[in-house]
């Protein structure tokens, strides 16, 4: 699974055999939490954890906001571009 990005402690991942929707998993504070990217403008939505608590896990949704557009292109440059996620 290759680190597409390191925000301080926090390592973002995206599997090279992954499915949509775009999605990144984070790594840190001694677990890890799935996140839906949204792309291309969203906020990312948390989808599961494993070992982390409330407060990480909000913690790393607010590190990711910032990268969203870059996490988005680097999903699409593995998979192609996909349609927005529509709830």
Known sequence: ???ILRIGHL???IHTNDHPPPHVHV???GGEALFN???PNGLP???D???LNDSEVNRMIRALVPYIPQLCTAWEE???K???HKP
Do not use: I, K, S
């Open 1 to 3: 699974m290759p680190t």
């Open 78 to 80: 593995m998979y192609g």
């Open 37 to 39: 990217l949204n792309c």
């Open 45 to 47: 939505t948390f989808r």
């Open 82 to 84: 996909q349609e927005p």
């Open 11 to 13: 390592r973002v991942a």
């Open 49 to 51: 954890q494993y070992r």
């Open 27 to 29: 790594f840190g504070y």
